[in-house]
């Protein structure tokens, strides 16, 4: 445990802002497919600790948005974070592991959208540009 502890540590320092927020939604993305499986499998502990640690992560994403610059991709982004919450609440009041599939879809498919980017700026760093 402790070497991949480093190794996050070491990810997390050397990475782009852009980077980091595809890491985010790594983390985001797969605490919510754990709460899944805690719910599934009746695990309280499980689901309640990674619907948290979701609902931080998605927090984070939207308190980070800079909502004078980012303009309507900024206000769709929040409501999109405010559906998120919702769904991940839903998840844990009903204890229903399909009210996550959404969330999961939503930020599988703009977690894309952030790796196409940080590939594009790695590339252009790798050139020197």
């Given at each position: 445990?402790?070497?991949?502890?480093?190794?996050?540590?070491?990810?997390?320092?050397?990475?782009s802002?852009?980077?980091?927020?595809?890491?985010?939604?790594?983390?985001?993305?797969?605490?919510?497919?754990?709460?899944?499986?805690?719910?599934?499998?009746?695990?309280?502990?499980?689901?309640?600790?990674f619907?948290?640690?979701?609902?931080?992560?998605?927090?984070?994403?939207?308190?980070?948005?800079?909502?004078?610059?980012?303009?309507?991709?900024?206000?769709?982004?929040?409501?999109?974070?405010?559906?998120?919450?919702?769904?991940?609440?839903q998840?844990?009041?009903?204890?229903?592991?399909?009210?996550?599939?959404?969330?999961?879809?939503?930020?599988?498919?703009?977690?894309?959208?952030?790796?196409?980017?940080?590939?594009?700026?790695?590339?252009?760093?790798?050139?020197?540009?």
């Amino acid at each position: 445990m402790v070497g991949a502890q480093a190794y996050a540590t070491t990810q997390i320092s050397t990475a782009s802002s852009v980077q980091i927020v595809v890491l985010l939604y790594d983390g985001a993305i797969s605490s919510m497919k754990l709460a899944q499986e805690g719910i599934v499998e009746k695990n309280s502990n499980d689901k309640a600790r990674f619907l948290d640690r979701a609902l931080r992560i998605v927090g984070e994403l939207s308190a980070s948005l800079n909502m004078e610059v980012g303009g309507n991709i900024s206000t769709d982004l929040r409501r999109l974070y405010e559906y998120i919450q919702f769904e991940l609440t839903q998840a844990n009041m009903k204890n229903e592991p399909a009210c996550l599939e959404g969330p999961i879809r939503c930020l599988s498919v703009i977690r894309e959208a952030w790796q196409e980017l940080a590939t594009q700026e790695t590339k252009s760093k790798a050139v020197g540009m």
